[in-house]
């Protein structure tokens, strides 16, 4: 009977570490998508002269000459 409470404990404490852990990854994941896309649209504004927000790739070309 004693190895049972000891199994069903050792089980509640390795579901408890996965569904804490589940959370701080999900969390640390959103926060890395977050600051991956930021830098992806300015990336692209760089390399193509594509503008974010209207996709526009026509911005300032007369400025570049």
């Known amino acids: 009977m004693l190895y049972g409470y000891i199994l069903i404990a050792c ?3 390795v579901l ?17 998508a977050k600051n991956h896309a930021i830098i992806e649209l300015k990336l692209d504004y760089y390399n193509n002269k594509k503008c974010p927000i209207c996709l526009n790739n026509s911005v300032n070309k007369n400025s570049f000459k």
Not at 18 to 30: A, D, L, V
């Open 16 to 32: 408890l570490g996965y569904s804490i852990g589940r959370r701080i990854g999900i969390k640390e994941g959103r926060e890395r």
């Open 11 to 13: 089980l509640t404490m």
